[in-house]
């Protein structure tokens, strides 16, 4: 069974940046498309960014411009560069593993995912 680790999460200024990075353990990993979801207090989860195990990126409106995701199949790492932060970006931050090497649609639904971390915060404020 794999599991997924974030970290990176914490409080920023507006105009700042975070890089989260999620860990996976276990042995699939490359074979496995990821993403990262964001849940912002009453609101519902969203994913901002997916990445297939090959080739394939795909970003929310919400973030394009804004949000790199990057993997290392070697060491089973995915993660997330935010730039250009801002208080609409303060959410747990959640990543996932696929159940397939690609995405099917954007936004993928849950089902798409086999395994979610426990979450890191993102606060964003002055």
């Known amino acids: 069974q794999v599991q997924l680790v974030e970290s990176g999460g914490g409080l920023a200024q507006p105009g700042g940046s975070l890089t989260l990075s999620c860990a996976a353990s276990?042995?699939?990993?490359?074979?496995?498309?990821m993403a990262w979801f964001r849940q912002a207090p009453g609101k519902e989860r969203e994913c901002v960014a997916a990445?297939?195990?090959?080739?394939?990126?795909t970003y929310s409106e919400s973030v394009t411009g804004r949000f790199t995701i990057s993997r290392d199949n070697a060491q089973k790492t995915v993660a997330l560069l935010m730039n250009n932060l801002n208080a609409e970006d303060t959410a747990v931050y959640y990543c996932?593993?696929?159940?397939?090497?690609?995405?099917?649609?954007?936004?993928?639904?849950?089902?798409?995912?086999?395994?979610w971390g426990q979450g890191t915060q993102v606060t964003i404020s002055s």
């Open positions: 990445i297939n195990s090959i080739y394939g990126i």
């Open positions: 996932a593993r696929g159940v397939g090497a690609y995405i099917s649609s954007f936004p993928p639904p849950a089902q798409d995912f086999d395994s």
């Open positions: 276990g042995r699939t990993f490359s074979n496995r498309a």
